[in-house]
Nanobody, 122 residues
Framework: QVQLVESGGGLVQAGGSLSLSCTTSRRTFRIATMAWYRQAPGKQRELVAS???????NYADSVKGRFTIYRDDTENTMYLQMRSLKVEETAIYYC????????????????WGQGTQVTVSS
């Protein structure tokens, strides 16, 4: 079972910055691909950014150049630094972790954080 603990989020004015963090166990962190998703009211959950265990990153086009995802292996923590936030990025942000296949059947472990609210005001 993958357990994730998120922190950060809150209220920020448009154009401002905010940082999120997500911590999990070392056993999970060292092998999992970590990611941030967000879900705005009335919309589907969407991928914001992801980072593999080796540090390869991927971003949604809408956040490229403004958001940075990175991981601190000493703290088993992943971070999302968000800059130049927009009102439309108001959403609940969720941390996600997925391991590689753990057995010959291809079973993976996956977990979600509880979600943290990010509100961007105009």
């Amino acid at each position: 079972q993958v357990q994730l603990v998120e922190s950060g989020g809150g209220l920020v004015q448009a154009g401002g910055s905010l940082s999120l963090s997500c911590t999990t166990s070392r056993r999970t962190f060292r092998i999992a691909t970590m990611a941030w998703y967000r879900q705005a009211p009335g919309k589907q959950r969407e991928l914001v950014a992801s980072i593999t265990s080796s540090g390869n990153t991927n971003y949604a086009d809408s956040v490229k150049g403004r958001f940075t995802i990175y991981r601190d292996d000493t703290e088993n923590t992943m971070y999302l630094q968000m800059r130049s936030l927009k009102v439309e990025e108001t959403a609940i942000y969720y941390c996600n972790a997925v391991t590689p296949p753990l057995n010959v059947e291809g079973a993976r472990l996956e977990g979600w954080g509880q979600g943290t609210q990010v509100t961007v005001s105009s």
